[in-house]
């Protein structure tokens, strides 16, 4: 294809995504030679420590850059919207973590040739971010896909990153139900609307797909401006194993199943005692926290939307 004016981007990577070693290297070099091939130059930076991602796309955007490409997964990109949201600048994305949930959503090729070439055509889509606030620490996190409170933040903690890198995405799978088999549930709330919602486990999403093929919140989308919420109320162990087997279903967990309840909202409010809570796959801290959509979209470079299937809302009040 012909480029008419050559782009710049910045390059974040890491060297650790998926596997890491040589051939991650490797990776990295053939994509940038890819990039360059289709008229757009890049400028390397890795990653070497936790937030570095953050530091190194607000330093970029510091020095007047407005594309950030990471090359990593979830947690690599939840690292640098941290410092795009706000900014202007677009964000692009090569798929090379473990679930790379949000590439899943967006269709973003996952052959480094296909992601360069839409990088360079440079479609862009408008999405919007949810912003979870710590009550304790305040403390912001932005956040794309998700914010899970209770059990999922629960085997977040527990994956090990020796077992992750070795089977990748069945690391949280293997944590998961072996988690589940000792899992307490712990009770706390969620405020919406002045109205107050006892439960065990609640999703925040702002994504259909949840963790790679699970439907906990198949109705939530990217560029609609509201949470889609799954509030779970239960303390039985057995139960949980039976609404998982709904979730791997594309309508996800039906509304009308026993202790399960839909909600839309802009704004929630959970509190409890010593409640875990994860954002993107990454652990941010504990409850209370308030969670809302920020105003303004972040422009992800991406194919254009499809048009969603339609799937029936149950009980969402």
């Given at each position: 294809m012909t480029i008419p004016n050559r782009r710049s981007v910045i390059l974040i990577a890491n060297p650790n995504a998926g596997r890491g070693g040589r051939s991650r290297e490797r990776e990295i070099e053939r994509f940038r030679a890819l990039l360059e091939a289709r008229g757009v130059e890049s400028e390397l930076a890795l990653t070497r420590a936790p937030e570095d991602a953050t530091r190194l796309a607000r330093e970029a955007i510091g020095r007047g850059a407005r594309e950030i490409v990471v090359s990593g997964g979830d947690g690599t990109i939840n690292e640098a919207l941290q410092?795009?949201?706000?900014?202007?600048?677009?964000?692009?994305?090569?798929?090379?973590?473990?679930?790379?949930?949000?590439?899943?959503?967006?269709?973003?090729?996952?052959?480094?040739?296909?992601?360069?070439?839409?990088?360079?055509?440079?479609?862009?889509?408008?999405?919007?971010?949810?912003?979870?606030?710590?009550?304790?620490?305040?403390?912001?996190?932005?956040?794309?896909l998700m914010a899970g409170v209770g059990l999922d933040a629960s085997i977040v903690k527990r994956v090990r990153p020796r077992l992750k890198r070795r089977v990748g995405e069945a690391a949280f799978w293997v944590s998961g139900l072996s988690h589940l088999a000792s899992w307490e549930p712990v009770p706390f709330h969620v405020e919406v609307d002045g109205e107050r919602f006892p439960a065990t486990f609640a999703a925040i999403g702002r994504a259909a797909h949840y963790g790679g093929e699970l439907s906990i919140t198949p109705r939530a989308r990217l560029d609609a401006p509201e949470f889609e919420l799954c509030l779970i109320n239960s303390r039985s162990r057995l139960r949980y194993l039976q609404l998982l087997t709904g979730a791997m279903r594309a309508d996800g967990i039906k509304g009308d199943r026993r202790g399960v309840r839909y909600l839309t909202a802009t704004r929630v409010r959970a509190a409890g005692d010593g409640v875990m809570v994860q954002a993107d796959g990454e652990l941010i801290g504990e409850l209370p926290m308030t969670f809302e959509i920020v105003a303004a979209p972040v422009e992800l470079i991406a194919p254009p939307a499809e048009k969603p299937k339609r799937i029936g809302y149950q009980h969402l009040r």
């Open positions: 410092s795009i949201v706000g900014t202007g600048a677009r964000l692009g994305i090569l798929p090379s973590g473990t679930a790379n949930v949000l590439a899943r959503e967006l269709k973003i090729p996952f052959d480094a040739g296909r992601a360069a070439e839409a990088i360079a055509r440079g479609a862009t889509r408008r999405v919007y971010a949810g912003l979870a606030f710590s009550e304790a620490t305040r403390v912001a996190r932005y956040f794309l």
